[in-house]
């Protein structure tokens, strides 16, 4: 070995001295962040607006707790089994292929997005003004009288007093549902149209029917895209309840603490209560929501495309879907 070549081997390089990336706006961060969270819970401890001992008596009282679950829960339970109902119908009706229909559907959705709920609840909650009564039968059966001569012709088979029908609650869920179609519709429009056309066309080599498409091809894969924002909309909706205050629904959560806080002087801790209710109720949806989002998700993302990828391999060496390499889905 020649020298140049041992002092070639001899000579290593000196170890690399790594040295940590300092982040001082971190612990900046931090510190203001831990400032702010001790003087919050200061004037949580201190000062006496809050009147816990009030609040705390007052918010499990058996008109809230009516108002909590006849109000708020079930009108949210009701307005968005009929919004997303019928926001399916209207999804559907707007990827018809009849331009009557598709107008029809835009039309819905462009009313019911552009006015404000509170607006829509407002109105509702005075729509008894246009009818005395709500009656059921032949359209028009006094013109129609008019215009063959005979007069005061009644075909009607039954009907409703406004006031008994169109309730506060009634007026209330018109106004909320009506609204969330309009948004569910546009949830679930999106929802089919993620899926890839091939499936529908494969279903519709199969004989599948337009509707057997959608309930056992469809919508099943569009529910990973729907799932999300219609958990979001719950919630808003759940909120949106307290809207009803001014339809107005007596049978509700913040309308009986607002009533609670006006007449013991004592406002702001019944809606410090009311916060404390909403941040329970909407908790739960989160966790509701999480399971879902994880249910429909099965199959995507990054874990589920090896999956896939694994039995796609399994199948090719002939392993099958039992292949040790597979772990169960």
């Known amino acids: 070995m020649t020298t140049d070549e041992a002092t070639t081997v001899r000579a290593r390089p000196e170890p690399i001295r790594a040295v940590p990336v300092r982040h001082p706006g971190r612990w900046i961060a931090v510190a203001v962040l831990a400032v702010l969270t001790a003087m919050f819970v200061h004037l ?32 949210t339970v009701s307005a968005m089994l009929i919004g997303v109902g019928l926001g399916v119908v209207i999804a559907v009706v707007r990827l018809s292929d009849n331009p009557i229909l598709r107008g029809v559907g835009w039309l819905y959705t462009w009313f019911f997005r552009a006015v404000p709920r509170l607006v829509l609840l407002a109105v509702f909650g005075n729509i008894g003004i246009l009818w005395s009564r709500v009656e059921f039968g032949v359209p028009f059966d006094t013109q129609l009288g008019h215009l063959f001569g005979i007069d005061n012709l009644q075909l009607r088979l039954f009907g409703f007093s406004s006031r008994d029908i169109l309730t506060g609650f009634m007026a209330g869920l018109l106004g909320l549902a009506l609204s969330e179609a309009a948004y569910m519709a546009e949830i679930v429009r999106a929802g089919i149209q993620s899926v890839d056309e091939g499936q529908t066309e494969a279903a519709q080599a199969l004989g599948l029917s337009r509707g057997q498409l959608l309930r056992r091809v469809v919508l099943p894969q569009a529910m990973r895209v729907i799932i999300p924002p219609t958990g ?36 702001f801790p019944m809606y410090v209560a009311a916060c404390l209710w909403y941040l329970f109720l909407t908790s739960i949806l989160l966790v509701g929501q999480y399971f879902l989002e994880r249910h429909f998700g099965k199959g995507y993302g990054t874990a589920g495309r090896a999956r896939l990828r694994l039995r796609g391999m399994a199948a090719e060496t002939g392993g099958g879907g039992n292949s040790g390499m597979v772990g169960p889905s």
């Open 44 to 75: 949580l401890v201190t000062n006496k607006a809050f009147n816990w001992s009030f609040m705390v008596d007052k918010m499990f009282r058996p008109p809230i707790i009516e108002g909590l679950l006849r109000g708020t829960v079930l009108m």
């Open 232 to 267: 979001n909309e719950t919630i808003a909706m759940l909120k949106d309840t307290s809207l009803l205050l001014y339809v107005p629904v007596s049978v509700e959560l913040f309308f009986q603490l607002d009533a609670v806080g006006k007449r013991t002087f004592q406002i």
